[in-house]
């Protein structure tokens, strides 16, 4: 069975840091894309950021390039995003999400059948 578990997440006053960390278990984790996506109650699921199979295949989304950093540790079947100079306009539900197709752009349009799997989600709340 495939799970992918968000943790990390939590409430951060305006330029604060957050670490996400999603533990991958039932896949093959390096042969994987993986990403990060961010969710608002009445708004559609958009991207954070994603990493293909090689370290040389990552995206952002515009709002969070030099904020935000995607990494993964394939020992650990872990995948990270540290956020930094967080705010308001960051806050959301954070998913991680798997796929094997490994299309970037058709990962990047946040949809969720873009992705394999699924993981149940971690919030993250940025005061002002």
């Known amino acids: 069975q495939v799970q992918l578990a968000e943790s990390g997440g939590g409430s951060v006053h305006a330029g604060g840091s957050l670490k996400l960390s999603c533990v991958v278990s039932g896949l093959a984790f390096a042969e994987y894309c993986l990403g990060w996506f961010r969710q608002v109650p009445g708004m559609e699921r958009e991207l954070g950021a994603i990493a293909g199979i090689d370290s040389d295949s990552i995206t952002y989304a515009d709002s969070v390039k030099g904020r935000f950093t995607i990494s993964k540790d394939n020992s650990r079947n872990t995948l990270f995003l540290e956020m930094n100079d967080l705010t308001p306009a960051d806050s959301g539900m954070y998913y991680c999400?798997?796929?094997?197709?490994?299309?970037?752009?058709?990962?990047?349009?946040?949809?969720?059948?873009?992705?394999?799997?699924w993981g149940k989600g971690t919030g993250v709340i940025v005061a002002s």
């Open positions: 999400a798997a796929d094997r197709r490994c299309s970037m752009q058709q990962m990047a349009s946040g949809d969720y059948y873009a992705m394999d799997y």
